[in-house]
Each structure stands twice: as structure tokens, then as C-alpha cells.
């Protein structure tokens, strides 16, 4: 398998769906910390695989000394929990500039002040922080962004929906896990918890004295305007579960007897074509059908609730659909 060429595809793919997100809605959502993010998240990920830092460095075609440096910009802050020091120091200079260099330095005192300085520098490099003068009087102020729209703090309603998805599909979690799945500020993440668990759609419980949210039951339902945010969530995260489970079992192949993978099917008509109403419908078709199945399986486990030493299995399905008009080929 060529993993170099289908990586660059597949992210080419990911890029087009992360720029229609962006403009979704007429909103220009930021995208500043995107790139720092994709690296911190690639990396573990690949902790998550076995691999050490030299072999991920060697990936990224990075020297292990320059690997680390920038690791360690886009690691927790010690003076701001919850948040990278990337992020923490950006967010302080939003908030509270323009300032001066030695008041920043001051308030990320227990960050190490060589990454912090390399972190102003990534800063000043990609137009988000705006600084003047040299030495002592050297000013630091955001950008001005003010043509920048972003909804993401609009309402609490999509959050809680991304929420609810992450807690059904990995939950319990820990406020750091969930954080870990929901890059949101910790006391926005917090706050909605404690909504959701108050409204009786999450619930916690402290288990080896650590609070952990769990969600038992999570349906967007049809029509809904609130909640697209955490439907494409949960589609986009289906999709990958089931490709990166296919990969992880070290199948190279598909067979109809599968229980894991998925399929793609093409049809091509016409306006007007015999089976046109059959072939638009088959995204509904199949909407119904799990509907179906799953009231069927909520009536069957009503009369037989799970024996006490049954292992849980969890099948989670996904299917999409896209309708194109073509160009019509003259020579045909």
C-alpha cells in the first residue's frame, strides 16, 4: 500500500471539508491554531501507535532538537490549565493588550520563558500578535481581526450537542478527557456538563476519586436547527472509527460478510431517468431502516435486559448520500 500517497489524498479531502465548515453559514471561523493542532494531536496519535520521538521526528522530517521545541510550545500551560501555552498566551494578549513583553513574562512565569519567547515568535510570524519597539519597551497587541466572524461561542446548544456525542460514543470520561475530544475552553466545557447532567442527559459519578460524565442515550433528531455541528461530528467520527478499525485489524480487503468496514456505491442517470424517485430515495430508505432497527432492538432489550456477565457490543452505522448534476458529454 502506497500510505504516503492516500495520506496526502485523504488530507487533501479533510482540507476541503475543514474549509466548508469554515464558511458554513456565512461565518469565517478562525483557523489560526489549526495547523499547531493537527501536529499536537498527530503526534500522540502516534504515541498512541508505540512510536518514539526520534522515529515521529524523522516523520515530520524534523531534527529531534527542533521536534522538541515545538512540542513543547503546543504542550499545557502551567500558568493556564486546560489550555496549550499557544493558545493561553494568544488568548491573555486578546484579552488584556497591548502590554509589554516583561508584563506577559511576568504573568507565564511558570511556563519556561525560552519557549514562551519562541511562542511570541510564532505569534508575531503569523500575524496574530502585532509587536514594536525592542528590549524592555517592546509592546505586544493582537491583531485586529474584526472582519473575522465566528459563531463557535454562539449559543450553548452546539456545544452541548458535540458533547453529548462524545460522551455516548466514548464515555465516562474525565473533564480532561472530554477536553481531549472537544478542544473547547475548560469552563465553557464545565459549565455545559453541568447543564446537561442538570437537564437529565448526562450523568456523572466518581469512581476512584475522579468525576466521570457518561451519556446513555444521544438522537439529533430530524429537523432539528441546533445541532448540524454535532451530527457532522458524529458522521465525520463513524467514518473514521470504522476506517482506522479496518486498517488496525490488518485487513486489506472487503468481503459482504463483514461486520466492520463500508461501502461505496456510484449510480449513474439522468433527469427524468425511470429509476430517478429510487435512486434520490435511497438515503431516506436507509435512514428508516435504522430507525426501524433501532426500535426494534429498544423493544427487544425492554423484554430482555443484558445478563449481568454479557460483554457490551456496540455497532455504530453511518451512511451518506451527495447528488451532482453533470456535464452532459457531447460526443456521447
Known amino acids: 500500500m502506497n500510505a504516503a500517497l492516500l495520506i496526502h489524498a485523504i488530507v487533501r479531502q479533510t482540507t476541503v471539508l475543514i474549509a466548508a465548515l469554515a464558511t458554513a453559514s456565512g461565518q469565517r471561523a478562525q483557523l ?127 456545544l452541548e450537542g458535540m458533547l453529548l456525542v462524545a460522551l455516548h460514543r466514548h464515555g465516562p470520561l474525565t473533564l480532561a478527557a472530554v477536553a481531549e475530544l472537544v478542544p473547547a475552553d475548560t469552563a465553557q466545557l464545565q459549565a455545559a456538563l453541568t447543564e446537561l447532567t442538570r437537564g437529565g442527559l448526562a450523568t456523572q459519578v466518581t469512581r476512584a476519586g475522579e468525576l466521570l460524565y457518561s451519556c446513555e442515550s444521544c438522537v439529533i433528531r430530524f429537523g432539528d436547527e441546533v445541532g448540524w455541528e454535532a451530527a457532522v461530528f458524529d458522521h465525520y467520527q463513524a467514518l473514521v472509527v470504522a476506517l482506522t478499525t479496518k486498517l488496525r485489524s490488518g485487513a486489506r480487503r472487503a468481503d459482504l460478510a463483514d461486520s466492520v468496514g463500508g461501502s461505496t456505491f456510484v449510480f449513474d442517470a439522468w433527469q427524468g431517468h425511470p429509476m430517478q424517485a429510487e435512486l434520490l430515495g435511497y438515503l431516506k430508505s436507509m435512514r428508516e431502516r435504522g430507525m426501524q432497527l433501532r426500535s426494534a432492538l429498544e423493544a427487544c432489550n425492554a423484554k430482555s435486559p443484558m445478563p449481568s456477565d454479557a460483554v457490551p457490543l456496540r455497532v455504530t452505522a453511518y451512511v451518506g448520500q451527495s447528488v451532482a448534476e453533470m456535464e452532459g458529454d457531447e460526443d456521447a
Open 32 to 158: 489560526a491554531s489549526v495547523a499547531n493542532l493537527v501536529f499536537a494531536d498527530l503526534v500522540r496519535e502516534l504515541r498512541e501507535q508505540g512510536l518514539g520521538n526520534k522515529v515521529i521526528a524523522d516523520m515530520f522530517g524534523m531534527a529531534l532538537r527542533t521536534f522538541h521545541r515545538k512540542l513543547a510550545r503546543l504542550s499545557a500551560s502551567r500558568t493556564v490549565q486546560g489550555r496549550s501555552l499557544w493558545e493561553a498566551v494568544l488568548g491573555h494578549i486578546q484579552e488584556h493588550g497591548p502590554m509589554l513583553r516583561s508584563e506577559l513574562l511576568r504573568r507565564f512565569a511558570r511556563d519556561d520563558e525560552a519557549t514562551l519567547r519562541s511562542v511570541l515568535l510564532d505569534l508575531a510570524e503569523s500575524g496574530l500578535v502585532c509587536v514594536t519597539g525592542s528590549d524592555d519597551s517592546t509592546e505586544l497587541h493582537a491583531a485586529d481581526l474584526s472582519s473575522v466572524v465566528d459563531d463557535a461561542s454562539a449559543g450553548s446548544g452546539k
